[in-house]
């Protein structure tokens, strides 16, 4: 069993930046992929960004250049840096992995971007 509690949410300005964490617990196999999606009021959840245990990563287009997703192994957490917010990025972003044919999910955190 895994759990992922997400933080690093809250309220910037166009243009700003915001680093989102995901902090992992349980265990964890050697083959995965972990992810953070996002939900905007009246929209389907969508994937921003996903990143494979073999390092290979994948953007939806509307961050590519902008977002970034890592991680740091020895903390067992995962990461989304934000830069360049647009208000069009405003949703609850949410953490997620995909192992062995399971799906686990963060509670999530919410993401506002206005002036």
């Known amino acids: 069993q895994v759990q992922l509690v997400e933080s690093g949410g809250g309220l910037v300005q166009p243009g700003g930046s915001l680093r989102l964490s995901c902090a992992a617990s349980?265990?964890?196999?050697?083959?995965?992929?972990m992810g953070w999606y996002r939900q905007a009021p009246g929209k389907q959840r969508e994937l921003v960004a996903q990143l494979a245990n073999t390092g290979h990563t994948n953007y939806v287009d509307s961050v590519k250049g902008r977002f970034t997703i890592s991680r740091d192994n020895a903390k067992s957490t995962l990461y989304l840096q934000m830069n360049s917010l647009k208000p069009e990025d405003t949703a609850v972003y949410y953490c997620?992995?995909?192992?062995?044919?399971?799906?686990?999910w963060g509670k999530g955190t919410l993401v506002t971007v206005s002036s």
């Open positions: 997620n992995i995909d192992q062995d044919g399971m799906n686990y």
């Open positions: 349980g265990t964890i196999f050697s083959i995965y992929v």
